[in-house]
Every structure is written in C-alpha cells, then in structure tokens.
C-alpha cells in the first residue's frame, strides 16, 4: 500500500520531528569528511520550514552502545546544517541544538520552537533504549511532536524505538507519520526496479562474501536479465565451477550454496556472468607484487585475485551498455587500494556512459567510486540505504516503512 508522504501533511504551526540521517563519516578530530547524508536530508527540511513547520531532527551516528561518546555529538552537524540551510532560514539564529534527544531540556525547547525555526536532537544511540525499541523510550520522543516524518531510509531496516516505535505513539496522540522527500524517492525508485524494471535489467554485486549476499543473489534471480558478480565473492562460485583460485578469499561452507544459485541462473535463463581474467597479487597490499591471469586454469598457489582484469571489464562493460536498468552495489575488488580500484572504477564509468539507462547504486565503496570517477552525477539514483536497499529488493518489509501511515 502507497504510504503517506509529507507532501500530504499539513505542517503549518505543527512540530514536525523528521528522522534524519546524520551518520556521517568523520576524521580522527571529529571533522565531517563527507557531508553526503545530511545534504541529502535538506529538501525535505528545508520543505518543511518553507511551511512554517516546527522542525525538530532525531538521528544517530555511530555505535555508542548506548554510552554518552562525546567524540559521536552531533553537534558538528548542527554546525554543518546552519551552513547548508543558509538563505532558507536563518542559520545562526534558528539551528538550536538539543544536549539530550529526550528529557525536561529537549521537551522544553521543542515546545518553544517557533514555525520556520529548526532544533537537532543529541545522537539517539546515547541511550540503549533506542535500539531496544524501548516502548518509554519512543513515548518520550513522540511526546516532543505532533507529526513525525522519516527520511532516513538507511535505518529503515532497523525496528528501533525512532524509526518504528515513535509511530504507534504519534498515531495514538492523533498525528500522522509520513515519508519524507529523500524516503519517497528510495521507495519509488527501488520499487520500480523490484516491480516494473525496464528492460533488459542488469545487476552488479561484488563484496567479499557470498554468504552476505546470497539473500539478494537470489531474489534477483527471479528478476533480472543478467547477474554480473565481482568482488571477493566471485572466486567461491568459480571454486564451485572448479577452478583453483589460489590464496583468493574463498568461503568453503557456501560452495553449495554458489552452485545452487548458479543452477536456479540456468533455470531461470539469466545470464550469470563471473570474472575471466583477475589482477593477482601476492599480498594485500598496496606494494603488492602483481599479474594478469586470464582464462579457467589454476591460479599460481601463492596468489589471491584483488580486482578483476581488463576483459571482465570489457564483458561487463558490454552487458552494461545494453541495459535499460541497473542495479549496482559492492566492489569489484579491492577497491580502497588504488592498485586494485581500476575495476569498480571501471564499471562506475560504464554505468555512467549509458544515459539512456535507469541506475541505480548503492553501498559505500560503489558510491564511492562514483564519486572518485566523477560520474556521480550521471547516476539516475544514489542510495543512502545499504543494507536497507539490499533487504527491500530482497522483497523484506522493511520496518521503518511499514510503521508509516498509508494513503
């Protein structure tokens, strides 16, 4: 069922708490590195200050475990958030930052939030409550609105106590919980790729284990035109063809597991295609020696595979081009180092050059090469959600989806 988005609100006068994503990479001295997330979150707040709504920001970053670690406040987005919503509002006077995200101070000043003016709550994870989906706990943060907004699909796949527990007591007070701008875009995209893809669609997985992707592997089976796979995880199925991959990451428990996958392909008439040449090298390293090894003979025993070579490349590449949807997400090889980087750049590239093409890609490294290639904005869609992209294509309900009011 289509479910309610904030374009269906009315905000006029109301506090609107909006469930953000501000888990954003920072350096040893706590300085933002990537500020991707939070300018993502900005139409749908700068959407709700335009009418005159009491925004209040809930979000969390990083794995305090429930502890007060002053190196994950969120304070410096706060800072970073007066600067991206500079000529919205004005920043330095209307950002206010709450030092607790429940509580007598952040109830106090939610309540005396004037409309258009914007109030960031202290990370969410300080408290174990949050990902124990504390009943209390979510009452406290419902208490702080009157509507609540979740544009933080990323977290979508968690049932915490701010993302599905805040949605039965907001309900229950006579409000509505909604998709933000960010959260609408997610589903729409993602729910054409799982319902009405055009075709022919074509899915990119790399990674390290088949046992971490598997669960998508096969749903995409029952979808797609043609599977392509990269990343350590190709060298477990090409094990389970039998070839001898050396020293490269194999999973032995999941050879059954790759082969099954690789007889539901047939069945299913998909293409599934695997690496036919690799970069190998003798350590993982960036001094590492290396060599080109093509064709389906042993890998040398004191080599692994660490990106996949220039004919896998031009085979991707080719499947790519053809595509009318794409669905990308994991690494290539090893792509943190730049010897071994060539390969998701490569495909980054490739996904890029075909304009005529939906795509969309997700996870950390395949964003990143988008990024370090200079193709991000080719992209028709960029997920925030990693993990939460990969379970709604899984066909999962995703939690923080199913909590929100529907048309």
């Known amino acids: 069922m289509p ?66 670690v002053d190196a994950l406040t969120l304070r410096p987005m706060a800072t970073r958030l007066r600067t991206l919503l500079d000529g919205v509002i004005d920043p330095d006077e209307n950002v206010a930052f709450s030092p607790d995200c429940v509580g007598p101070i952040a109830l106090e000043l939610a309540n005396n939030l004037e409309p258009g003016q914007t109030l960031l709550l202290e990370n969410l994870r300080f408290h ?15 208490a702080l609105c009157d509507l609540y ?21 907001v309900k229950k007070q006579g409000g509505q919980c909604a998709a ?72 032995l428990d999941k050879l059954d597991v790759a082969r099954a996958a690789l007889e539901k392909a047939e069945a299913l008439e998909v293409k599934f295609l695997l690496p036919v040449d690799h970069c190998l090298a003798d350590k993982f390293s960036a001094e590492a020696k290396t060599q080109l090894f093509a064709g389906n003979g042993s890998f040398p025993e004191n080599m692994m595979a660490l990106d996949i070579g220039p004919e896998t490349i031009k085979l991707f590449s080719a499947e790519i081009a053809e595509a009318a949807t794409i669905f990308w997400n994991g690494p290539m090889g090893v792509a943190e180092l730049a010897l071994f980087a060539k390969g998701t750049n490569a495909i980054a590239k490739a996904i890029a050059k075909n304009e005529d093409c939906i795509s969309i890609v997700g996870g950390g490294d395949s964003v990143a090469a988008l990024h370090n290639s200079g193709v991000a904005d080719k992209i028709t869609h960029i997920s925030t959600g990693g993990g939460a992209s990969l379970e709604f294509l899984e066909g999962k309900m995703l939690p923080g989806v199913a909590a929100l009011s529907t048309k």
Do not use: C, W
């Not at 300018?39 to 925004?55: F, G, Q, S």
């Not at 174990?128 to 419902?142: G, I, R, S, T, V």
């Open 149 to 169: 907004v979740d544009d933080a699909f990323g977290a979508a796949h968690r049932a915490h106590a701010s993302t599905e527990g805040i949605t039965h007591f």
């Open 3 to 68: 479910k309610l988005s904030i374009r269906d609100l009315d905000l006029t006068g109301k506090r609107v708490l909006i469930r953000v994503d501000f888990n954003v990479p920072l350096s040893r001295d706590g300085a933002i590195t990537d500020d991707t997330r939070i300018r993502e979150t900005v139409p749908t707040i700068e959407y709700a200050l335009r009418r005159k709504a009491k925004v209040i920001l809930a979000a969390h970053l990083g794995r305090p475990k429930g502890q007060v």
């Open 128 to 142: 174990p409550e949050e990902e124990a989906n504390d009943p209390a706990f979510a009452e406290q943060l419902a």
């Open 180 to 251: 933000g701008l960010l959260m609408e875009k997610e589903l729409t995209y993602l729910g054409k790729a799982v319902n009405e893809p055009n075709r022919p669609f074509v899915a990119i997985i790399g990674g390290a284990k088949v046992s971490d992707k598997i669960g998508i592997i096969n749903a995409l089976l029952g979808k797609v035109d043609s599977l392509l796979i990269g990343g350590a995880m190709a060298y477990t199925f090409l094990n389970a063809q039998g070839q001898a991959t050396g020293k490269s990451l194999v999973e």
